[in-house]
């Protein structure tokens, strides 16, 4: 009999990204294990039981992994990269001094787990601006810039590679920037409410990452509560983005992250792109329980939905999303620890800058 993994693939236009498990009780797949280092053949064997097309990672799922002994090579060609910075070597990072030393060292962290991931997938990486740059415009377009440099120094084409924006305003515009006018293909991310997933597809963003679990999180400590999936806010935020998208024609892949449950995940069984924990693949890939197409483009079209319309009004959109107070506070929260793990892995960085 078919697995519901199978069965989820096959329901509508599913792509399945794998990312890594963040519980010390189900064994990382992509992440904690990537080729070159330890137990690459769990790898190997993993993405052939799986068959994930993409992979993401944010600042978080970098240092956790930057830990561990088996990545101590990817945190040495990164400190090695960082410390013979100069003003003459690296234009985008001005200055001698070890902050911008710490700096260059962490981009070239992250293109190194990209490049690693790369090799053993077929499709995409997304790979997180910075941050402290979510309220500023310009930083976040000449650090994606940077990034997609860096990228192209180790061999690796543009066309490989999302830049991952926290879905503020000034993220949106500088995902448009990004899309418009040099080609790079951006994964809006933080993403909690439908204002939020209206500006990015008329910023023309490759994809968006809405966050099913997060918004579950709140919404059950606010009311005190369980969901059941057919009635899990998660859900339900990213069936009103997926039909916004397919009535009015929007190309911007719409990609369910941060799951839960499996219930979640089946809920919204023929959404774009779903990004899903190697425990909860796993669940899906050793069962056999019918697996329905809840969402399909076809009968968005029909919907009574209304237009709206915020990218060159970002009045409206400030009010718009200020109503949303789950949203406001989820990003608010997501962006600070974000930041957070960022300076955590600089700090790790910068102890092994001053040691080399």
């Not at 001094?97 to 260059?104: I, P, R, S, T």
């Not at 053993?120 to 990034?147: Q, Y």
Request: glycine share 6%; hydrophobic share 40%; proline share 3%.
């Amino acid at each position: 009999m078919t697995s519901s993994l199978e069965q989820l693939k096959a329901a509508g236009t599913v792509t399945l990204q794998v990312r890594r498990s963040q519980t010390k009780h189900h064994p990382p797949i992509l992440y904690d294990r990537l080729p070159g280092v330890a137990n690459k053949t769990n790898v190997s064997t993993a993405i052939g039981k799986y068959k994930p097309q993409d992979a993401t990672t944010n600042p978080s799922l970098i240092l956790a992994a930057s830990k561990k002994e088996e990545y101590a090579k990817l945190m040495g060609v990164a400190v090695e990269y960082g410390k013979k910075q100069d003003t003459n070597a690296d234009p985008y990072e001005k200055g001698t001094d070890l902050d911008n030393q710490v700096d260059a060292a962490l981009d070239r962290l992250l293109v190194e787990f990209g490049k690693e991931i790369l090799s053993i997938i077929p499709g995409k990486v997304s790979t997180e601006v910075d941050a402290r740059f979510s309220f500023d415009t310009n930083a976040s377009v000449e650090k994606a810039l940077h990034i997609i440099d860096l990228y192209k120094t180790v061999g690796i084409g543009k066309e490989r590679i999302l830049i991952k924006i926290a879905s503020t305003w000034e993220g949106i515009k500088a995902a448009h920037i990004l899309q418009s006018k040099h080609g790079i293909n951006c994964n809006l991310t933080l993403m909690f409410s439908l204002v939020q997933a209206i500006a990015g597809a008329e910023a023309g963003a490759y994809l968006i990452s809405p966050f099913v679990g997060r918004i579950m999180d709140w919404y059950k400590a606010a009311m005190k509560k369980e969901f059941a999936p057919h009635e899990d806010p998660g859900v339900k935020s990213v069936q009103s983005i997926f039909n916004y998208y397919k009535k009015y024609g929007y190309k911007t892949i719409v990609m369910g992250a941060s799951f839960r449950n499996v219930g979640e995940i089946t809920e919204l069984a023929g959404c774009d792109y779903l990004t899903i924990a190697p425990n909860l693949l796993e669940t899906l890939y050793n069962s056999t329980d019918k697996v329905e197409q809840k969402l399909n483009a076809k009968d968005a079209e029909s919907l009574d939905i209304e237009k709206k319309a915020y990218l060159n009004d970002e009045a409206l959109f400030r009010f718009d999303f200020n109503e949303q107070a789950m949203a406001v506070e989820k990003l608010r929260e997501g962006i600070s620890k974000f930041a957070a793990d960022a300076i955590t892995l600089k700090d790790i960085l910068r102890k092994k800058i001053e040691k080399a």
